[in-house]
């Protein structure tokens, strides 16, 4: 499970230069065996890691973004993606908001 | 009592004599996987449980060996062979099939020890003749019908319930078939301890524990500990037999809340260090990410 939030400066129109803010949060188990090595077999596994996200409970991630002095306008993603293998992720969901700032 | 002591030899002697025999009639073991699949012939089930079938059809039960041969051929390959240096038997290949394909449980040696081999096969030769044809074969293999309705129906309690009759099928409400096969009702089938059988951590006969996933340990020490009532059944069967998880996108939405709260303003001047101008405000935001977790169990699961 991966959780990323970006944000992009609108006017610039160089996608490469658009981003301006990028974080990612991963949620997952490590498997790990009884020397406490990361273990992938279901057979080393012996414990676990527990980073994932909780039955019955609500994870909060908060974020204070500061911008250049000089951009007016910024679009915020935030998209929460389901890995069920390494390779195949799919978006579950994904919010964005375009926010304006007045400079004068 | 000195009667009784002088029988005893001959009463030992008799029970042994006979004991394999019995043994052996109530285990029979199958040499191929024709005669396993024989044994416990699921081909009629669909003729009156149509959809039911067609749902589990579509399923990771049905396809339960086959999506999983990279994980049990690295059981076979690395663990056994070279971490554990201990030959491929019934007993090392049970701790992957008791769950993936519990009908290999009446497998005799030789047979669970080719199929083993077939699963090496299956994933080191893909898509080579050798590798398909293991692998076709392999697909007959799965968690069917009568692996949920009969062979893992009473084992949850099997101390209380026995094991299973053989031929019996065991339903959440034992509705009666007429003359297609006689039913008993199981309640255990209703709970998700019957789902922990494989859900979780497992614990093979001879003590090894496999880490396939730990939705049981979480469903129990976390959810239910937290209050949670539901069912593994009440989430995973809305869908019927199609069972579905993790592979299913709206079952993941449904065990998800997602909420966004962003609020933007402009920081005060000269605090930011690196922007353009300091004398001026500086645009900002605080984003707040809310994820619920609605599932019964940790999300993801290992």
């Known amino acids: ?104 | 009592m000195k009667q009784i002591q002088r029988l005893m030899p001959l009463l030992l002697g008799t029970l042994l004599a006979f004991l394999p025999a019995s043994l052996s009639a109530m285990e029979k073991q199958a040499d191929t996987i024709d005669e396993l699949l024989e044994m416990f012939d699921e081909s009629s089930c669909m003729e009156c449980h149509e959809e039911i079938h067609d749902a589990w059809s579509k399923s990771w039960h049905a396809q339960a060996v086959v999506s999983s041969l990279g994980g049990m051929h690295n059981f076979i390959v690395i663990g056994l062979a070279k971490e554990w240096e201990t030959p491929l038997t019934k007993a090392q290949i049970m701790k992957c099939l008791d769950c993936h394909a519990p009908v290999v449980k009446y497998a005799s040696e030789d047979l669970a020890v080719k199929i083993g081999e077939m699963i090496v096969t299956a994933f080191k030769e893909k898509g080579k003749p050798a590798g398909d044809s293991a692998k076709k074969e392999l697909a007959r293999l799965n968690v069917g019908c009568l692996s949920c309705h009969n062979i893992k129906a009473t084992e949850v309690a099997r101390g209380f319930n026995g094991p299973a009759e053989k031929g019996m099928i065991y339903g959440p409400k034992g509705e009666d078939a007429e003359d297609a096969h006689e039913t008993l009702e199981a309640v255990d089938i209703t709970r998700s301890s019957f789902c922990m059988q494989c859900h979780g951590i497992y614990k093979s006969a001879d003590g090894e524990t496999i880490q396939c996933n730990t939705l049981s340990g979480s469903y129990q020490d976390t959810y239910v500990a937290m209050g949670g009532s539901k069912t593994c059944q009440d989430c995973h069967m809305k869908k019927g037999h199609l069972f579905p998880g993790g592979h299913d996108l709206d079952t993941v939405k449904e065990g998800l809340g997602f909420e966004v709260q962003i609020n933007s303003y402009q920081h005060l001047p000269g605090q930011i260090k690196n922007v353009k101008d300091p004398k001026r405000w500086v645009p900002s935001a605080v984003v707040n990410v809310f994820i619920e977790n609605k599932a019964g169990h940790r999300v993801p699961d290992g």
């Open chain 1, 1 to 104: 499970m991966v959780l990323d939030v970006t944000a992009r400066n609108l006017a610039e129109k160089d996608p490469e230069k658009q981003v301006m803010f990028s974080v990612q949060e991963k949620y997952f188990e490590i498997g790990r065996d009884l020397q406490n090595r990361m273990r992938y077999g279901a057979w080393q596994i012996k414990e676990i890691v527990d980073l994932t996200l909780q039955p019955m409970q609500t994870r909060r991630e908060q974020y204070l973004i500061n911008f250049d002095t000089d951009v007016e306008e910024v679009e915020i993603e935030a998209s929460l993606s389901y890995f069920i293998s390494g390779k195949k992720g799919d978006v579950v969901y994904s919010i964005k908001e375009k926010l304006t700032y007045d400079l004068d």
